[in-house]
């Protein structure tokens, strides 16, 4: 049994960047570090990053599934959207918050699924099947709320969005325990391997007798159920549905997320912590932003640089080289 | 041959190193003008490390390369084209969707004023492709001609931006033997006009047709140069692999035609516009070989059994119970296997490690929740890897590192590891090397003698002839004959695929 070399894992670029990141953020504002305990409930900058991460991070999640294939899921913030939207006029209408939750799960589910039909069965490039949704999808999300943002004061869907547990913020908890679950389910079964056989050589895959259509709906189909879930956490934490506005752009953050945590545009090996690791690192910067007091418009144009640092330093080329300049440190 | 000449282009104590790994050591090559000088070796024997070092994409560790006697440095290759290197790759690098015109003169068209004289490039593509015997259509999309024509324009291509050495790398590995005499034509003609001409090729008997010199390499050392009349291909070999490799046959019709029930059974499979219905049974411990051209229907056959495509009608049978198969999937699931013709594409997962690409086909058949685990996967790759003598410095490293035999016995283990009831091979030793290619031949047989039913498509007669115990051969998406006994025989075959070709050239694929 092969043993994992935390060590190597623990020297992967995207820790180093997180923990700049974050030593930046100290740097900026010495309190960052700072964790209070009140009401039952965690404060802190570091406890923030994590809070308002965990929606990218659950997107993040479902996409890796998703590149891993060698697709993309561009709907996904669309979903968020729909999945708020039902869930609002659910409980407004009088619905139980069980069944308002459950309905927008299934709804994320039927839209994904819908993903995946158009990609496995009506052969459409993913990027362009996904889009299709991505459209639609928050003009849907428009028809349900109609057009108004629909608020609410259910306690159970404003629990998933502000509530704690055991002092965590619960979009930290619905997130890590999500990630868990999925990666273990990945890795446990063996559908890790056939998903990345799938995303290597789809032609290969289908000789050695693997069913690829039958897992590209369930990726795509998960991935719309980790959409909704994200959808559900923004509209608890808003206390309201916003069709145009829930999850906006969250699908590039997303996409992001899973190359700056490794996994190829052109699918294959893929690792959900690390896609997770790579939510983290976006919503760290865009923390440090805010709080040191640089104002809002050097957000994108930082963030960019330090994306564009981190892919750098994936780069084949610079590995390559970092590579044979500690073998030549070495061989001194 | 003569001496005196000066080399066009000369390596002189080549060194390369990849990390540890000593790719070429001291490699003395050269090619002298008007010469067509063969290199040989088998797979990581240091053939392209040496041609990538002259055409300017690696830099030597050591040693220098001349041109015409002055030491030169080639940045890249586009460096080394403009001193007069040309290279053409067994895949035509070229693009499909422009004219052929175009393509000729791709980054250095004729202009006026800045715009491209189209009916100068296209007069001008005409006269330089008549040069080389070849009258087509240069407005036509490049792709609608067949790779050999590809070939010919992408080596016309090369000699029009350098002029002086043409490297072949495997130009005739996807060519038929029409093809390759054509290909052969041009290489007479560049050659007559002065050109040093490195060949590159797993084809001895085309060596023997066409080099005039050959060098050969082993393990990234020089094993010798010499010139053609004065070697035989036993020497050849003997050299390539450093031993006595006799590529044991086992005599011709080793095997009789087996009796009793069959293991499976095809019955009236066919599909519209790609093989007529044919039947077939295999027995246990039987190779059925396939003869027949390329376009004969023979790998659609091959992929109506495993669903890859699937048939209008028909029957398949296992062990005389009726299945249904539709998909690979189900073919997987019913215990066959396949090793397609196209290993990169069909076959391997580059970036999986060997270890994945062995257990993968077991996994798919297992399904999603009965995941083997990482001892069993290591298990079950150390055992076959081990069984068929898979070269792999690591069972982590990704396939793709590996040669290409090795690649095809990956394959094969992939299948072996499900414990198949029948194995369909489609050109399993194509494009591999000697070493390799005499293993897999020995693999196949050794399966038979273990109660195996195998199919085997082959276009190298002397091949199928040894290890099959029947014949059928294909001709014009159709099942013509199926021959046993005596009539396994070279002869017979090409007999039985000339006879009628429906007033067609016979394009001999074969190389026998």
């Not at chain 1, 968020?80 to 407004?92: E, S």
């Not at chain 2, 599909?271 to 411990?285: D, I, N, R």
Request: glycine share 10%.
């Amino acid at each position: 049994m092969k043993r994992i070399d935390w060590r190597g894992a623990l020297l992967r670029p995207q820790f180093a960047a997180l923990a700049a990141v974050l030593l930046i953020n100290w740097l900026l504002f010495p309190g960052f570090f700072d964790i209070t305990l009140q009401d039952g409930r965690l404060f802190g900058s570091v406890i923030d990053v994590l809070n308002r991460g965990a929606p990218v991070a659950i997107l993040a999640i479902g996409m890796t599934a998703v590149i891993a294939t060698k697709g993309v899921d561009l709907s996904v913030g669309a979903v968020m959207a729909i999945a708020g939207a039902v869930a609002a006029v659910l409980v407004t209408g009088g619905a139980s918050a069980i069944f308002a939750v459950a309905a927008a799960l299934l709804v994320g589910l039927l839209c994904g699924l819908w993903n995946g039909i158009l990609v496995t069965y009506l052969e459409i490039q993913p990027i362009i099947a996904t889009l299709v949704l991505m459209v639609a999808g928050r003009g849907l999300a428009q028809l349900v709320t109609e057009g108004s943002i629909v608020t609410f004061s259910d306690p159970v869907l404003i629990f998933i969005g502000t509530g704690s547990l055991f002092g965590m913020p619960m979009p930290i908890v619905i997130a890590a325990v999500l990630a868990l679950v999925a990666t273990l389910i990945v890795r446990k079964t063996a559908l890790g391997l056939l998903i990345e056989a799938v995303g290597v050589n789809r032609s290969a895959a289908r000789f050695a007798g693997i069913s690829s259509g039958l897992l590209l709906l369930v990726v795509y189909t998960f991935a719309g159920f980790c959409a909704a879930t994200a959808g559900l956490i923004v509209a608890g934490d808003i206390r309201g549905a916003d069709a145009n506005n829930a999850g906006l752009w969250l699908e590039l953050d997303a996409i992001l997320a899973v190359v700056i945590g490794g996994t190829s545009l052109l699918g294959g090996r893929f690792s959900i912590p690390m896609s997770v690791v790579g939510a983290l690192i976006i919503q760290a910067m865009n923390t440090g932003i805010l709080i040191s007091g640089f104002s809002p418009e050097f957000n994108l144009v930082v963030k960019s640089g330090v994306i564009i640092l981190i892919l750098v330093l994936q780069a084949p080329m610079v590995s390559q080289w970092l590579r044979a300049r500690t073998v030549e440190r070495k061989a001194q | 041959m003569v001496e005196a000449v000066q080399p066009v282009v000369q390596a002189r104590g080549i060194v390369k190193i990849f990390g540890q790994h000593r790719a070429l050591d001291g490699v003395d090559f050269e090619v002298r003008p008007g010469e067509v000088h063969a290199l040989l070796g088998e797979n990581g024997a240091g053939k392209s490390t040496l041609i990538k070092i002259l055409t300017g994409a690696y830099q030597p560790d050591g040693g220098e390369v001349l041109l015409n006697g002055a030491a030169v440095r080639f940045s890249d290759p586009l460096d080394a084209q403009g001193h007069g290197i040309g290279t053409v790759y067994q895949e035509v690098n070229l693009l499909p969707n422009r004219s052929v015109a175009e393509n000729l003169f791709l980054g250095h068209q004729p202009t006026r004023f800045g715009i491209v004289q189209r009916k100068v490039i296209e007069a001008r593509a005409r006269d330089l492709l008549a040069t080389y015997g070849l009258e087509i259509d240069v407005k036509a999309e490049l792709g609608s001609y067949s790779v050999a024509v590809q070939q010919i324009v992408a080596i016309a291509r090369a000699v029009e931006l350098s002029g002086k050495v043409l490297v072949l790398d495997e130009p005739t590995a996807s060519l038929d033997r029409n093809e390759v005499a054509k290909m052969f034509e041009v290489v007479a003609r560049l050659k007559a006009r002065g050109l040093g001409i490195i060949f590159i090729t797993h084809f001895l008997d085309q060596v023997f047709e066409i080099a005039d010199r050959v060098t050969i390499l082993r393990n990234g050392k020089l094993i010798g140069t010499k010139a053609l009349p004065e070697v035989t291909a036993t020497d050849v070999v003997r050299m390539m692999l450093g031993k006595d490799l006799a590529l044991d046959h086992g005599g011709v019709g080793v095997a009789e035609a087996v009796q009793g029930p069959a293991r499976v059974a095809f019955k009236s499979l066919g599909k519209q516009g790609k093989v007529a219905p044919f039947s077939l049974s295999l027995h246990e411990g039987e190779v059925v070989g396939v003869a027949g051209l390329l376009g004969s229907g023979r790998t659609e056959m091959a992929r109506l059994m495993f669903g890859v495509d699937s048939a209008d009608g028909g029957e398949i049978s296992v062990g005389g119970r009726v299945v249904s198969i539709r998909n690979p999937a189900q073919a997987v699931a019913a215990g066959f296997g396949f090793c397609p013709e196209d290993r990169k594409l069909d076959g391997i997962f580059g970036e999986l490690s060997v270890r994945e690409n062995i257990i993968i086909a077991l996994q798919a058949k297992l399904g999603w929740f009965r995941a083997l685990n990482r001892d069993e996967q290591n298990e079950i790759a150390g055992n076959y890897a081990e069984a068929l003598d898979i070269r792999a410095a690591d069972h982590e490293m990704p396939v793709k590192l590996l040669s290409g035999g090795n690649q095809q016995k990956v394959i094969l283990a992939r299948w072996l590891a499900i414990d198949p009831n029948f194995l369909i091979l489609d050109e399993p030793t194509r494009g591999i090397d000697v070493g390799a290619h005499a293993e897999i031949v020995r693999t196949i047989n050794r399966l038979r003698e273990e109660g195996m039913a195998m199919m085997v498509i082959s276009s190298e007669l002397d091949e199928v002839v040894a290890y099959s115990n029947r014949i059928v051969v294909m001709r014009d998406r159709e099942m013509v004959a199926e021959l046993s006994g005596a009539d396994i025989a070279p002869s017979v075959i090409v007999a039985a695929i000339a006879d009628n070709p429906g007033g067609q050239n016979v394009k001999m694929e074969a190389n026998a």
